[in-house]
């Protein structure tokens, strides 16, 4: 992804068994992505409208209806990718899906690195920004691995971490307030604790080592927004201009 795109892709998941949902959804966001779930067809109907998904990962069977209609419906509304997760024994039926507007779909059980594969097939179809990796030399972030280097040193970051990380990157000197990096970062924000981006922001200071001679400052500014920037560039090598 490039720098100046400045989001990473949403991806609305729509699946009502929650333990395939949550480790669908935990994989995605470890791999850089902001995700949004849904349950039900009008939960993702609203879902759409609110958060405009780059890409939609949609089950079939459905508790109020099916993934199948709900793309024919969306389809009038949107051209993000739609991709079906479909049940073993639905192959044949899934003609039915791709006509119904579908671009691609994958048999459970999948695997979670297929998914990936598939889901950043779709986005670099669309040309939609990818959140592969952010180079903002020193300073190097790879999504898909979870590798985070900083001057040549690697960083053991947590996924929130390195997706808080992340959104600084793309947005740097840019910043973000509290409110903003919850939803962003975070996605539901409802039942986080207030103190919760505080925290994250003195572990990633601390795990950095953003000391007074660190190429990167991560400050609180007085209009209250986190701004992270790189304050001394490499004396070899691009400057990487935000
Ligand atoms: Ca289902």
Redesign the pocket.
């Known amino acids: 992804m490039t720098i100046g795109s400045g989001r990473t892709p949403i991806i609305l998941l729509v699946?009502?068994?929650a333990a395939l949902r949550e480790a669908v959804e935990r994989h995605l966001v470890g791999q850089g992505f902001t995700v949004v779930t849904a349950a039900t067809i009008s939960q993702a109907r609203a879902a759409t409208w609110e958060h405009q998904p780059d890409l939609m990962l949609l089950?079939?069977?459905?508790p109020d209806g099916s993934g199948y209609e709900l793309c024919a419906e969306l389809r009038a509304a949107t051209t993000a990718p739609i991709i079906y997760l479909t049940?073993l024994g639905q192959d044949r039926s899934v003609v039915r899906g791709l006509e119904a507007g579908g671009d691609d779909y994958i048999s459970k059980p999948f695997s979670l690195e297929v998914l990936t594969a598939r889901i950043n097939a779709q986005l670099r179809r669309i040309g939609a920004p990818r959140a592969a990796r952010i180079d903002l030399p020193p300073l190097h972030l790879d999504f898909v691995s979870g590798r985070v280097s900083l001057e040549g040193r690697q960083i053991k970051l947590s996924k929130i971490e390195l997706q808080l990380l992340g959104y600084f990157a793309a947005h740097a000197g840019i910043g973000a307030t509290q409110e903003e990096l919850l939803s962003s970062v975070w996605g539901d924000n409802s039942g986080v604790p207030t103190n919760t981006v505080r925290q994250h922001v003195s572990s990633l200071r601390r795990k950095l080592g953003l000391d007074a001679a660190s190429p990167f400052e991560l400050v609180h500014t007085p209009d209250k927004r986190y701004v992270f920037q790189q304050v001394r560039f490499p004396t070899t090598g691009q400057r990487a201009e935000p």
Do not use: K
Request: glycine content about 0%; hydrophobic content about 50%.
């Open positions: 699946e009502d068994e089950d079939v069977l459905l049940a």
